[in-house]
């Protein structure tokens, strides 16, 4: 006869029940798979929980914003028309190119003088 009490003691001191289960991120690409507001409204929920918990410093409004924007970007690797439907259903616009989907040639030329600014604000 098996004595299961000491397990189960065991059991429940390696995992109290007080602590909360750590949230763990979802890819960002998921949200191409999104067709509901209400899905992206749960992505955006959980997205914002995690980031929260990853920048304690950042309020539940800095964080949902970064979570947008990192939405936003992540559209722009998607085609135009699948990216235009991600930003509707967030609400959100690509940090970079807004609502236009610009040929590859202008994203790196856009690029490029984003970067070129970064670097002259750098050296102030």
């Not at 189960?8 to 998921?30: C, D, F, G, V």
Request: proline share 6%; charged share 30%; glycine share 6%.
């Amino acid at each position: 006869m098996r004595c299961t009490a000491n397990r189960t003691a065991t059991r429940s001191l390696l995992r109290p029940k007080n602590i909360k289960k750590t949230l763990k991120p979802e890819p960002l690409n998921r949200v191409f798979g999104l067709k509901t507001k209400k899905e992206a409204k749960a992505f955006l929920d959980r997205y914002v929980l995690y980031v929260r918990q990853e920048r304690r410093d950042l309020s539940k409004k800095q964080a949902r914003q970064l979570c947008l924007t990192n939405i936003g970007y992540t559209s722009g690797y998607g085609e135009p028309d699948e990216a235009r439907r991600v930003l509707k259903l967030f609400g959100t616009t690509h940090p970079i190119f807004g609502k236009s989907y610009p040929t590859p040639q202008v994203a790196f030329e856009m690029g490029q003088k984003l970067g070129a600014k970064v670097a002259r604000e750098k050296r102030k």
